[in-house]
């Protein structure tokens, strides 16, 4: 059997240090890895046996924004990855609750509160702060985004980035091709005709994912 494991993906060195000493002293019996890189996270990731939650700081030298935790969805399927910050803006911590990821953790609470939502999140809970407002729009493209499987979601917010099919392709190292069936797939789950209809679709998604830089 694997070893359990848990990745931390931060360039702060006090904070990643301290959160594997308290995740260690409460699973002795799981792997706690730290990397300062999506890069790097990407590597350790590689052979995903075992990893039961990865840990992603919001900012980290080679992602924008979300682009870390697209990488690392893209890569690790239904591995579940939570976002930790030092940022509370509601609009980042909307923006990962929509886009799927397990949890939301502040750098400012106390290591055993932190300790406390992993223990959460390793039991299968979604943890997040209590919404700010309603929002029924994004939360309705939330449901469209969710019908698309990971590699689609990435393909569809290349979309809306403006990129051609054959960057879209680059990035995510398939084929044109494999580019095109999923566009197809995506057109059906979301009933749009196009890629601009695709987009409209998700709009509001996409301007909260804006305001949270």
Same mark, same amino acid.
């Given at each position: 059997?694997?070893?359990a494991?848990?990745?931390?993906?931060?360039?702060?060195?006090?904070?990643?240090?301290?959160?594997r000493?308290?995740?260690?002293?409460?699973?002795?019996?799981?792997?706690?890895?730290?990397?300062?890189?999506?890069?790097?996270?990407?590597?350790?990731?590689?052979d995903?046996k075992g990893?039961?939650?990865?840990l992603?700081?919001?900012?980290?030298p080679?992602?924008?924004?979300?682009?870390?935790?697209?990488?690392?969805?893209?890569?690790?399927?239904d591995v579940?990855? /939570?976002?930790?910050?030092?940022f509370?803006d509601?609009?980042i911590?909307?923006?990962a609750r929509?886009?799927?990821?397990?949890?939301?953790?502040?750098?400012?609470?106390?290591?055993?509160?932190?300790?406390?939502?992993?223990?959460?999140?390793?039991?299968?809970?979604?943890?997040?702060?209590p919404?700010?407002?309603s /929002?029924?729009?994004? +939360?309705?493209a939330?449901e469209?985004l +969710?019908?698309?499987s990971?590699?689609?979601r990435r393909v569809?917010l290349?979309?809306?980035r403006?990129?051609?099919?054959?960057?879209?392709?680059?990035?995510l190292?398939?084929?044109?091709?494999t580019?095109? /069936?999923?566009l197809t797939?995506?057109?059906?789950?979301?009933g749009?005709l196009?890629?601009?209809?695709?987009?409209?679709?998700?709009q509001?998604?996409?301007?909260?994912?804006?305001?949270?830089?």
């Amino acid at each position: 059997m694997a070893t359990a494991r848990i990745i931390i993906a931060d360039d702060h060195p006090l904070i990643g240090d301290a959160l594997r000493l308290a995740l260690s002293a409460r699973y002795p019996d799981h792997r706690v890895d730290i990397v300062s890189s999506v890069a790097a996270a990407e590597a350790t990731c590689r052979d995903a046996k075992g990893i039961r939650l990865v840990l992603l700081d919001y900012r980290l030298p080679d992602s924008d924004g979300y682009s870390g935790f697209f990488r690392l969805q893209y890569l690790l399927g239904d591995v579940p990855i /939570a976002i930790i910050s030092g940022f509370g803006d509601p609009q980042i911590v909307e923006a990962a609750r929509v886009l799927g990821a397990r949890g939301f953790l502040s750098k400012t609470q106390p290591l055993d509160v932190l300790a406390d939502m992993v223990e959460r999140m390793l039991r299968g809970e979604r943890v997040f702060p209590p919404p700010t407002r309603s /929002a029924h729009e994004i +939360e309705a493209a939330r449901e469209r985004l +969710e019908t698309l499987s990971s590699a689609q979601r990435r393909v569809l917010l290349a979309l809306a980035r403006g990129h051609l099919n054959k960057q879209i392709a680059q990035e995510l190292d398939v084929s044109e091709a494999t580019i095109k /069936a999923h566009l197809t797939a995506i057109f059906r789950k979301l009933g749009v005709l196009n890629r601009t209809q695709a987009v409209l679709s998700i709009q509001p998604l996409l301007r909260t994912m804006d305001h949270a830089g």
